[in-house]
């Protein structure tokens, strides 16, 4: 306020307003005779990922961008298994596994029993393989490897049928290339 609209550095501004973590872009300009616009375009946070000792929140395109803190969301999916040397060698390969663990959450959420048995966890294993806990009773749905689509179908039907028998499994092992047919289900 007070100051010439036209001494103010829109760039200048549109950077600093860019560093706070949750603003992906913000872009001012002018607007004669005396109004300076800002547009942000925010980030939204898809997935928690654990890094080492560090937790960070993550982009719906996998990107990390700042450790989580106090207020922040607390309700979101955690992605493990990523170690910090790993961001540090090759951040575009750490990036990748994110956007794929976020594709399998997104599978898992249209295919799978989300309502029943929603995703706490997915473990990025480094032979590169997934695991995922779901549930309230940490149920471990071993997937292996990719394609993950009908591993979520054929676990659904497992998880149902199991359900129907009032019975409490431990872990469903979705992971036999050999026989991709065969589920294994370990009860508690």
Not at 1 to 8: A, D, H, L, V
Not at 15 to 29: C, F, G, H, M, S
Not at 134 to 160: H, W
Request: hydrophobic share 40%; charged share 30%; net charge positive.
């Amino acid at each position: 306020t007070g100051k010439n609209i036209f001494r103010i550095d829109m760039e200048a501004a549109g950077l600093r307003i860019a560093q706070d973590p949750w603003i992906e872009k913000a872009n001012v300009t002018r607007r004669l005779p005396s109004t300076i616009m800002i547009e942000i375009k925010e980030r939204e946070a898809a997935a928690a990922v654990a890094v080492g000792s560090d937790v960070y929140l993550c982009t719906h395109e996998g990107e990390l961008f700042k450790k989580i803190e106090q207020g922040d969301p607390g309700n979101l999916v955690v992605i493990t298994g990523i170690e910090p040397e790993q961001i540090t060698k090759d951040r575009s390969a750490v990036v990748k596994r994110v956007r794929g663990a976020l594709d399998l959450l997104g599978q898992y959420e249209r295919r799978g029993p989300n309502k029943r048995l929603p995703v706490q966890e997915i473990h990025l294993l480094a032979d590169g393989t997934a695991r995922m806990t779901v549930g309230k009773d940490a149920v471990t749905l071993e997937l292996g490897r990719y394609p993950y689509g009908n591993k979520i179908l054929k676990a659904a039907r497992v998880l149902d049928e199991v359900a129907r028998r009032n019975a409490e499994p431990s872990v469903v092992f979705l992971d036999n290339d050999a026989h991709p047919e065969r589920v294994v289900v370990r009860m508690r």
